[in-house]
């Protein structure tokens, strides 16, 4: 009898240890470092799983004795046998990338993916280089380097934020209700060596992004630790100079990391008149994860920026020799600004299931600028020169909590969350001034209070193959402005709620060939002294737009991302600064297509290149007068890179953009232009020595163009033609660097 026992009980043990159930993991790299979107696949069950953030995964149904396969692109893919389910942990070891072991299937987000390659192969060494990440994006300067740049996107001229929703690790950077525009998004705060990863997505269809999100977002996350330490020094033409300092502060441990970096940045410009510009940067970050692998980040960040500016000049002077390319009818021009951030992000495993993240942030911020893009037509004695300026407090919290569970045979994840931001900015002011000093004339002046609270729910349904996901998404406003310039105290207020609802599907035909179909609902909000002004007329304008597109794999070595694109915009809006108004223009639409492609021609060659090709038309308006301003309709980008090759690395890039519209009936048309860089770099033991060339063959190209209308002091009548900032000629730059 009791040998009878003994039996049953080894059985009953035996059959426990064979039972199939969850196995929670943990991925980590060389450095003990987690890594995120970790490929987890079991074979025997053919189940899968992605790591969080945090480096942990749990897939469903596995036992011991089950054969583990563990990928991530740049890393040394591990199969194992299962030998624990409890207290599962993997050490990848880095290597070179590989495009032949990029299977789309297995990537959690091929968009991120693409970008983590591209900044991989091409490392970003400025705040332009960062932007220009995104596939498509193309972006211009027009104001001595301080102030944002210009965006161009998917045929929007969308100024400096109105129609793209800007982040850095989850802290937006657009400004609502702005002195200089909506939506201006100045990411000059951001050291490019600290940023880690570029996540980003076309159109609005992604329930997590609100305000500004119809032509697309971009999330940029910082690193949350150093390999090593670093310091850099730059020199080149006009006066240019960079230094950049890296510093870990503590031994990088599973438990805890530390470090702080530091940018500092100075130039002349090309300009007759120097720019005397400078920006100094500070960042520092710390992370800790508890026993159980929930994670804390703090960040803490400062930049401040003054410079001074030509300022857009008019083609007919440069034509008459009046001035060079680089020559200023009013180089009084230019600003300071400034901001402060502080970041909390709490990432929590609440069960095996459910998983919280959550941050919430503070930004102070300051601005303030002098333009003059009129010259002499409005005031013909002291001239047209403005002043924007303001001061700014930010306060904000976003929330989002995703739990996986199953109806029947198909997996549901559900992600819900709910967020408030709140500006206070005082003093919002629009002024005429003289050279600087003199306010001539008090235009706008008054506080804004701004809030925006958010709710949104996403389902993702797995079919197979097929997966479906339904969101929802809620945004009400509160608008306050008071008016300084009113004799009597008086609040002006509005209200308005908008929801936005997203239907994205996505299709995994073959392992290298995946199909979507991506629709939803975006909006872009309006001023608040607008908003009041007008009665709440044409507060939150939506966007309708839907995607049909593809990532193909067609060979080992070749991805290829391809999309067809529309989008019906309610209202369009146009910034008018120096009047302090911004102008309806009008329901818009937008087609095109997006196609992109990489190969690696070797180990150590890659070649990139991204295409796009618009047509954008206001609707309202007859043919022939129904052109978008600036609306780009053609733009490729590209270039060859080379990964070390026996310690070289660099490459050769180019940008092209077609000639647009300048005015509503084309009379006027902005020249298109196609500057091409090169970069080579040699690394030996820890130093790494750098040559860099901006615009290699010194063309003639205009960075920024608008048809303006003006008046010289000398004119007796105005002129409405091209003005326009001239892009950079031939820069040469050396950099050295040492890491430690």
């Not at 090169?678 to 190209?701: C, G, K, M, P, R």
Request: net charge negative; glycine share 8%.
């Amino acid at each position: 009898m009791k040998k009878q026992i003994l039996v049953m009980l080894i059985f009953g043990c035996s059959s426990l240890i064979l039972t199939a159930q969850n196995l929670k993991g943990l991925v980590v790299n060389e450095l003990n470092q987690p890594l995120e979107a970790v490929y987890i696949y079991n074979e025997t069950t053919e189940n899968h799983a992605h790591t969080s953030e945090n480096g942990v995964f749990v897939i469903a149904n596995t036992k011991i004795g089950d054969s583990i396969r563990i990928g991530l692109l740049g890393y040394k893919t591990k199969r194992i046998t299962l030998d624990v389910v409890e207290g599962f942990k993997i050490i990848l070891e880095e290597k070179m990338f590989q495009l032949d072991e990029m299977v789309i299937t297995e990537e959690l987000n091929t968009v991120s993916t693409i970008s983590r390659l591209d900044l991989n192969v091409t490392p970003v060494n400025s705040s332009q280089e960062v932007l220009r990440k995104v596939p498509g994006l193309f972006i211009g300067q027009h104001a001595g380097g301080g102030k944002a740049e210009q965006i161009f996107l998917r045929g929007f001229d969308i100024d400096h934020g109105t129609d793209i929703s800007l982040s850095v690790d989850g802290m937006p950077v657009n400004m609502v209700s702005h002195a200089h525009g909506q939506g201006y998004s100045d990411l000059h705060f951001v050291i490019p060596e600290t940023v880690n990863k570029i996540d980003f997505g076309k159109g609005a269809y992604y329930v997590q992004q609100g305000d500004f999100n119809t032509a697309g977002y971009v999330d940029f996350k910082t690193k949350d630790y150093l390999k090593e330490s670093e310091i850099l020094f730059s020199v080149g033409q006009f006066n240019s100079l960079r230094t950049v300092g890296l510093f870990n502060l503590m031994e990088n441990t599973k438990n805890q990391n530390a470090y702080v970096a530091m940018e500092y940045i100075a130039t002349d410009g090309p300009y007759d008149s120097p720019q005397n510009f400078n920006r100094l940067n500070l960042f520092g970050k710390y992370v800790v994860f508890s026993p159980e692998n929930d994670k804390l980040t703090l960040t803490a960040s400062h930049f401040t920026s003054r410079w001074d500016a030509s300022g857009q000049i008019p083609q007919r002077e440069v034509d008459n020799g009046n001035i060079s390319r680089f020559g200023a009818i009013d180089d009084t021009e230019g600003g300071e600004t400034e901001r402060t951030n502080f970041n909390v992000t709490f990432d929590k495993y609440i069960n095996d299931n459910t998983k919280l993240k959550a941050n919430a942030f503070y930004s102070h911020y300051a601005f303030e600028l002098y333009s003059n893009f009129t010259f002499f037509l409005e005031d013909p004695i002291n001239g047209d020169q403005i002043k924007q300026k303001e001061d700014r407090n930010i306060f904000g919290v976003n929330t989002a909590i995703s739990h996986t569970t199953f109806l029947g045979e198909t997996e549901l994840i559900l992600t819900s969350g709910i967020g408030i931001r709140h500006d206070i900015s005082d003093d919002t002011e629009l002024s005429r001034t003289l050279n600087r000093s003199t306010i001539l004339e008090n235009i706008q002046l008054g506080d804004i209070n701004q809030t925006n609270i958010d709710a949104f729910v996403n389902a993702e349904f797995e079919f197979g193959k097929l997966k479906i996901a339904p969101a929802l998404r809620l945004d009400y406003f509160k608008f306050m402005y008071n008016d300084a310039l009113q004799t009597n105290y008086k609040t002006l207020s509005e209200t308005k709620t908008i929801v936005s609802p997203k239907l994205n599907f996505f299709y995994n035909a073959q392992d290298n060939l995946q199909l979507y179909l991506k629709s939803g609902l975006g909006f872009h909000s309006n001023d608040t002294r607008v908003v009041v002004a007008n009665g709440g007329e044409a507060v939150l304008p939506q966007s309708y737009g839907a995607d049909l597109g593809t990532v193909w794999k067609p060979f080992s070595k070749l991805i290829v991302n391809s999309a067809l694109w529309y989008l019906f915009l309610e209202q369009e809006f146009v910034y008018v600064g120096d009047a302090g108004i911004v102008e309806p223009s009008g329901k818009t639409r937008r087609y095109g297509l997006d196609l992109g492609l990489r190969y690696q021609l070797n180990d150590w060659l890659f070649l990139d290149t991204d295409a796009t090709l618009t047509n954008a038309r206001s609707i309202d308006e007859p043919d022939g007068e129904d052109y978008i301003p600036l609306a780009p309709d053609f733009t490729l980008t590209g270039g060859l890179s080379i990964d070390d090759l026996n310690g070289f690395s660099g490459g050769l890039r180019f940008r092209y953009l077609d000639d647009r519209a300048a005015n509503e009936d084309n009379s006027i048309v902005a020249e298109g232009y196609m500057v091409t860089d090169f970069n080579v770099n040699y690394t030996l033991n820890q130093i790494t020595f750098s040559l860099a060339v901006e615009n290699l063959f010194d063309v003639d190209w205009n960075e920024t163009q608008f048809a303006t209308e003006s008046r010289l002091q000398n004119e007796a009548a105005s002129v409405e033609e091209i003005h326009f900032t001239p892009g950079i000629p031939f820069f040469l730059k050396g950099t050295v660097s040492y890491r430690f």
